[in-house]
């Protein structure tokens, strides 16, 4: 009887929830949890008390504590109670594996859901999920990247999935959560369900406004033509930047730190002619024992493209989208260099952050700016609003989920990126180089503060300037070597 009243108010709940989710498209996450996963563990652990209770009142009766009613374990369908039992367990049987069909694919869904993944436990994916939402991907499912098809990888997803709950539950889990993921399945498989390698594009065109830490904010604009492949199309990615995946050409790397960053091993092989060149960082050679011990990896997708999704941008990138987009406003005087002084420093949380930022903001035009201070007190309030909004979209000081933490190495200027090979140091036995040519990966279209800038003539390239003087620095050093400091 027990195990009838659980299944049965846990049936009718879920019903109601389920109703309820058709008519609130909107539903919290929470509902979607309790419909079809909790409420249907209650249902089934309701289903089997019911032959439990069964089988110890039998062995009551045997025992002869209960009398016997009728015959054990006999049907008698000229018994009109049997008859109906048997119609009514028949039925009701149907009823809940067709219920279960629905509920199954129902589960299914939901725990492939974007809400499931991202907004369940909101404290521990609120990075992710917000990051995801400002990136290009912001309608593909967590799950497409990091699962895919087929029943193994959902399998094995899920198994991991049980894993986080535990960690989640004892407050055992990473701050921030450890990357690179070990298990991630090769992006060969999720990302190339989408983007098609054998169509891959021919150059593209990158532009960046900065605003250099000057008092006028100056503007400094950067134009480059991204030879993502070769330079006509129809020769596929036989040449250019996505030649490192060109399925003839196979690069791999040793990591001895796990941290993808320094890679003092890289081999390239070209599978039709069987070519093999092994080219090592000739200033911080691999050791002989990590050498030893190493499993080199292909590179793939994930290698450049670290942040296709969890955009972290550093603050001089976030400041500088903020100032074009007109949220920071560009004529508060070193609002630059005032937006970069407080945003990097780690903050506690949120709240901390938050008001700190305020109160430097407002201290330094009261001292440095009185009179904007008071004729231009809404300019001041809403380029604290931006600070505030570009930090909370960006750095995540509960769970330390920063551009530090997870660097985004499709460039070289805030963290490694290309530079991690392609350094100018990584020589084979033969002396040849993984170049460091500006002219490799892009060409300078133009530069400079818009009206005196640089244009290249047509179908060349300007050599780089670097917006603020450091003689030549820019080209001995790594430009992430002064740029991480800048924070
Ligand atoms: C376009 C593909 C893509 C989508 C969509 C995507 N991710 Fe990711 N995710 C990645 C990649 C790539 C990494 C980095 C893996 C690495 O560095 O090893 C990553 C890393 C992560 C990490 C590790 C911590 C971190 O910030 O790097 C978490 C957690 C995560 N994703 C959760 C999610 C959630 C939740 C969603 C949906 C809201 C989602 N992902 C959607 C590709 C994706
Ligand atoms: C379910 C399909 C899907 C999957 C899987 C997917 N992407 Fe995308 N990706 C898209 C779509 C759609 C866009 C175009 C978005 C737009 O331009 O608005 C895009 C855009 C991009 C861009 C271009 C962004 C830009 O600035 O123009 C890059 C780079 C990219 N994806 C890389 C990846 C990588 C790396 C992976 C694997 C981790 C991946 N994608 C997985 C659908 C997908
Ligand atoms: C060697 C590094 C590297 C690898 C490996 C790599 N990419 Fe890229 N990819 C780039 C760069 C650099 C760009 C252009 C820069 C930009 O968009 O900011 C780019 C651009 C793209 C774009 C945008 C094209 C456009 O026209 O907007 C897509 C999509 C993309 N890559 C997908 C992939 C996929 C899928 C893989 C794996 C099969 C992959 N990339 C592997 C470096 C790489
Ligand atoms: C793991 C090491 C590694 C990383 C990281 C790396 N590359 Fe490479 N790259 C190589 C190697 C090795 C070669 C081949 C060098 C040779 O044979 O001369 C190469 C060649 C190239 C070439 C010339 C291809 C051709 O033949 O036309 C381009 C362009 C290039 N890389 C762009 C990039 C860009 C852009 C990035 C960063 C987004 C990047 N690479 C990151 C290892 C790397
Ligand atoms: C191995 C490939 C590669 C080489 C070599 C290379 N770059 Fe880049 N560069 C990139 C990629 C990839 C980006 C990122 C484009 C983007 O933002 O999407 C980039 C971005 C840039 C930017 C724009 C940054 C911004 O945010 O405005 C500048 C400027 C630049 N590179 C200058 C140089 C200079 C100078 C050199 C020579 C010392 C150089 N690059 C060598 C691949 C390369
Ligand atoms: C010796 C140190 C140093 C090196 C090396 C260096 N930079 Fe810089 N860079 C600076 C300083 C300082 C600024 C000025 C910061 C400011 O005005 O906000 C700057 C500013 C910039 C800016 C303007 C960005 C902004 O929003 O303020 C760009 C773009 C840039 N550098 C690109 C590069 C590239 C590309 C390289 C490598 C080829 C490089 N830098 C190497 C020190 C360096």
């Known amino acids: 009887m027990t195990g009838a009243i659980v299944a049965f108010v846990s049936l009718m709940f879920i019903l109601f929830f389920y109703t309820l989710s058709i008519f609130y498209q909107q539903g919290s996450s929470y509902l ?5 996963i909790i409420l249907p563990a209650f249902l089934i652990l309701g289903l089997i008390l019911i032959p439990i209770g069964m089988i110890l009142k039998m062995q009551r009766m045997k025992r002869g504590v209960e009398p016997l009613e009728g015959k054990l374990w006999m049907i008698d369908f000229t018994d009109r109670r049997h008859r109906n039992a048997t119609l009514v367990f028949a039925f009701g049987t149907v009823v809940l594996v067709f219920l279960t069909g629905i509920g199954s694919y129902e589960a299914f869904n939901y725990s492939e859901s974007v809400k499931f993944c991202g907004i369940t436990c909101h404290k521990v994916m609120e990075p992710e999920h917000t990051a995801y939402q400002n990136s290009e991907h912001a309608n593909v499912k967590c ?5 895919g098809e087929g029943a193994g990888w959902y399998v094995r997803s899920k198994l ?6 535990w960690a989640v539950t004892t407050n ?8 690179p993921i070990a298990n991630l399945r090769p992006a060969r498989e999720t990302c190339e369900k ?7 594009y021919s150059a593209k065109m990158v532009s960046e406004k900065h605003y250099l830490a000057d008092s006028a904010n100056t503007e400094w604009d950067i134009d480059l033509r991204m030879k993502i492949a070769a330079s006509h199309s129809a020769l596929g990615n036989s040449a250019g930047i996505h030649w490192h995946i060109n399925p003839n050409i196979k690069i791999e790397y040793i990591d001895p730190a796990n941290d993808r960053e320094a890679l003092p091993w890289v081999r390239s092989i070209n599978k039709l002619t069987g070519d093999t060149t092994l080219f090592q960082d000739t200033e911080a050679p691999i050791t002989d024992s990590a050498l030893r011990v190493a499993i080199p990896r292909t590179m793939d997708c994930m290698d450049c493209h670290t942040r296709p999704s969890h955009k972290y941008r550093s603050p001089s990138v976030f400041i500088d989208n903020g100032i074009s987009s007109g949220d920071i406003p560009v004529t508060l005087p070193m609002i630059k260099k005032v937006a970069m002084d407080i945003l990097t420093p780690a903050w506690e949380n949120r709240q901390i952050a938050h008001d700190t930022i305020r109160k430097y903001v407002e201290t330094f035009y009261k001292n ?3 009179d904007i201070l008071a004729n231009h007190k809404p300019d001041i309030e809403k380029a604290i609003t931006g600070m505030i909004s570009g930090y909370s ?6 769970m330390k989920a920063t551009w530090e933490a997870y660097p985004d190495h499709i460039g070289h200027i805030d963290a490694g990126g290309c530079f991690r090979c392609h350094n100018g140091k990584h020589s084979s036995s033969s002396g040849k180089v993984i170049s460091r040519d500006c002219n490799l990966c892009h060409n300078i279209m133009t530069q400079g503060t818009p009206g005196q800038e640089e244009i290249a ?8 300037k670097h917006p603020v003087d450091i003689d030549n620095a820019w080209k001995e050093m790594a430009c992430a070597e002064c740029h991480k400091k800048l924070y």
């Open 32 to 36: 979607g949890l309790f419909t079809y």
């Open 172 to 179: 055992s889990y990473p701050h921030p959560i450890q990357t």
């Open 160 to 165: 991991s999935g049980l894993r986080q709950v």
């Open 143 to 147: 799950v497409e990247c990091h699962v």
């Open 194 to 200: 989408c983007h098609w390698p054998e169509k891959f």
């Open 368 to 370: 440095t700016y009185p």
């Open 457 to 464: 003539p047509f179908n060349g390239a300007l050599e780089f």
């Open 393 to 398: 979209k960006n750095i995540f000081p509960e």
